[in-house]
C-alpha cells in the first residue's frame, strides 16, 4: 500500500475510522476495524517468489460466422 500513497483514511460506512501516514497506519494500527482490515490484507508475492500471470482469454466463441451486407442466397 505505501506504494500507492503517502497517507491513508480508513472508511467504514462513510464514517472515517482512522487518518494518518502509510507508516502510522500500518504499524501502529489501533482501531479494531482497522486491525481486521489489516489482517485479510495478503499482498501477492514480488520477484522471483511472484507466480507467472495467467492468461486467461477474454473471449471465446465457437460456430459464429460474421458479415456484412444482405444475407448470402443458400
Do not use: N
Amino acid at each position: 500500500m505505501t506504494l500507492i500513497g503517502d497517507r491513508i483514511i480508513v472508511l467504514k460506512g462513510g464514517e472515517v475510522q482512522k487518518e494518518g501516514t502509510a507508516a502510522q497506519i500500518l504499524t501502529r494500527a489501533a482501531h479494531p476495524y482497522t486491525q481486521s482490515l489489516l489482517a485479510a490484507f495478503h499482498p501477492a508475492p514480488r520477484g522471483a517468489d511472484a507466480a507467472p500471470p495467467t492468461r486467461v482469454p477474454a473471449l471465446e466463441v465457437d460456430g459464429v460466422t460474421a458479415g456484412y451486407g444482405p444475407p448470402a442466397a443458400r
